[in-house]
């Protein structure tokens, strides 16, 4: 290890060596804030001028415990939306940087890997996770939906890794993450994780937490040595309102057999809003990534006004499970 690049409160730049450098989170929990998503947005600019390649990682209790609920709750009981919004603009140009980064970006998530922690990691060209790695998109058990790219880039990695390009049904997938995402699963271990789609082939699993970062870094030195190319902007294919209706049936079915609350089916209804693109598409149209980012951001900020969505938040705060309300 060479030494730090540069640092703030939630997250330090350090020299790796071999002109590889890493993105380490340093704020309590690992919590995603202001300061991490600068941070992170400096390195990427650094890395993209003066080194091979990047790797997202710590050495924490957790990888990252997701955004900061405390912060984000407060701004919304102060009716701040302004300032949630833009929170929520500048997490996704965050991952989407991470995305498009022009020199590969290896994260290298270990224990809890919630939320937001979730995102960064499948905005990433590449993932190196610890064998227990317990990884999910939880935003539906706080009443939200993930905000940060999650959603569209669950689906899309979903889509990635089909065995047949030519040959699948849209809607048996779309249903597929929907199903994650609103029931809010977390892997048990990495392997786990490659089952629920947060992890593909590409993607490696390190037995020794102790050898996470380096084999991260070896990760990176691979991709650079083969000629890293950043992928080309993506268009989503959706299913339209016919899946917006079918996701939206199999959550009314949940309901009317009490598995589901008033309020799940309402952030039920606004994640098959999310997924099919919006009811104006039909299946098979595609859509631009900004387009699925926009109707998550859309949907994360009316639910986060929701007094049943604040009271969940509140409790998982307080008590740290999930409020069924």
Do not use: W
């Amino acid at each position: 290890m060479q030494g730090v690049i540069k640092k703030n409160s939630g997250a330090s730049l350090i020299d790796l060596g071999d002109g590889v450098a890493c993105l380490e989170f340093t704020s309590p929990n690992n919590a995603l804030g202001f300061d991490m998503i600068n941070m992170l947005n400096d390195a990427i600019e650094e890395v993209n001028e003066s080194y091979r390649g990047l790797v997202i990682g710590n050495q924490g209790k957790n990888f990252s415990v997701g955004a900061n609920l405390a912060l984000m709750l407060m701004e919304a009981q102060d009716d701040n939306y302004f300032e949630l919004e833009m929170v929520i603009r500048m997490f996704q140009q965050m991952t989407m940087n991470i995305k498009y980064s022009e020199k590969p970006i290896v994260v290298a998530p270990f224990n809890m890997t919630l939320g937001g922690g979730a995102e960064v990691c499948l905005a990433a060209a590449n993932i190196q996770a610890s064998i227990e790695t317990y990884i999910g998109l939880v935003e539906f058990g706080v009443g939200l939906l993930p905000g940060g790219g999650g959603t569209k880039e669950l689906y899309l990695k979903q889509l990635r890794n089909l065995p047949n390009k030519t040959s699948y049904n849209l809607l048996e997938i779309t249903n597929d993450v929907f199903e994650k995402i609103a029931m809010a699963k977390v892997s048990a271990s990495a392997q786990e994780a490659r089952e629920l789609g947060y992890l593909d082939k590409l993607d490696g699993i390190s037995v020794n937490n102790d050898h996470l970062l380096n084999e991260a870094k070896q990760k990176i030195l691979a991709l650079a040595q083969t000629g890293y190319q950043a992928p080309q902007h993506e268009k989503i294919p959706v299913v339209g309102e016919a899946g917006y209706a079918a996701m939206l049936l199999r959550a009314k079915m949940l309901h009317t057999g009490g598995y589901a609350s008033d309020h799940d089916l309402k952030i039920a209804e606004k994640l098959a809003y999310v997924l099919s693109g919006g009811r104006t598409t039909q299946e098979g149209d595609f859509i631009d990534e900004q387009i699925m980012l926009d109707l998550e951001r859309e949907a994360f900020l009316s639910l986060i006004g929701e007094p049943l969505t604040q009271a969940r938040m509140q409790h998982m705060l307080l008590k740290g499970k999930p409020l069924r309300n």
